[in-house]
Structure formats: structure tokens, C-alpha cells
């Protein structure tokens, strides 16, 4: 291949994303530039806005834009006495498209075992969470962790953070297969779950 470091660095990088390879990080990376007006000047631009406004609420957890309160936790238009506890960014979404659960989300970025380091409570918001279960008069919480080893064990360990709280707390009906990830689930397993939830 010709030596362009440029490109080498991109393909690099790209590589690094999910799903995607060298082989497949070549082929979008010519696509950008056999499309210089249509793709890749507005995905360079697109980049910058994001790296420059969009980052995670140190509240909630979620995405938000740093010019404006965060949509999912601060707005006090919202009137929900609900938090749905997900793993990831990805799992707000796929219960959101599903239209299953009205109420706040509350995503930790991660599991408890994701590392042994003793910041993993803070990282993963948890004191957050009991402040806004106190604060928010919130009347139920839902544990949305994935059905695997990972997320049973985190869900276990907010149930414990919780428990002086005296929120009523409930889990996601094993509807969903075990090993399952809430971000890969279909909408009428995710349904089904959220119906059938159990009190802990
Ligand atoms: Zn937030």
C-alpha cells in the first residue's frame, strides 16, 4: 500500500470500532474520500461538534449537550416517579424505541466487575442514583442490567446501595435470554420484560 501516514493513522483507528476491521475500515475510508463534499467534509465537521458539545451527564449518565441541561434529568417538565437502571447508552435506547417505559433512565456505563479498581462505584454513578431516588420522590426503581453474570451481580449490588432508601425496587422478567444484552433485544422481548418485571 503507499505510505500515507494520514491514512494509515485512519485506518487505525477505524479498525478500532465495533464490527469493523482493517478490510472494512480501507473500504469506508475510500468512501469518504471518493466523496470529499458529500461524506467526508461533513463527518470531519460532524466529528468536531460532537467532540466539542456532547458529553455524558455527570448526573444521569447519559448523552446530553454541554450548552443544555440535560434532557433526561434535569428537565422539570418531567414529572416521572420511575428510574430504569441500564449498563449502557445503547440500552436507553433500545428500551426508548420501544416505547415500553415513560420515566427517568439512569445508565451506569458499565458493570461492577468491569474493574477491580475502588473508583468503580463512583464511575458507575451510584451515589447519583440513591441522591436522585431521594430527591426526585421517586417511587420505583427498575433494574434493566443485561441477564448476564456481569449485570446480575452490579443489579444485586444497587439493590443493596438502595436499600435504605425504601424505594420500591423490581428487575426485568427473565423474558430475556440468559446471557441476553438489553441493547440486542427485540422490541416484543424488551415489552415482555418490562410487563413482567418482579419486586426485589
Ligand atoms: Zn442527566
Known sequence: MQNLPEIDNLIKLISKLPGLGPKSAKRIILKMINNRKEILKPLANNLGEVLKNIERCTICGTLKSNNHPCNNCEDKNKKYNKIC???????QWAIESSSIFQGYYH????????SNNSNNRENLLINSLIERVKNDNIEEVILATSATVEGQTTAFYIQDSLKNTNVKISKLAQGLPVGGEIESSDDGTLISAFKNRRDL
Do not use: F, K, P
Not at 107 to 114: A, R
Open 107 to 114: 445508565i451506569l456505563g458499565g458493570t461492577i466487575s468491569d
Open 85 to 91: 437502571v441500564v449498563e449502557n447508552i445503547s440500552d
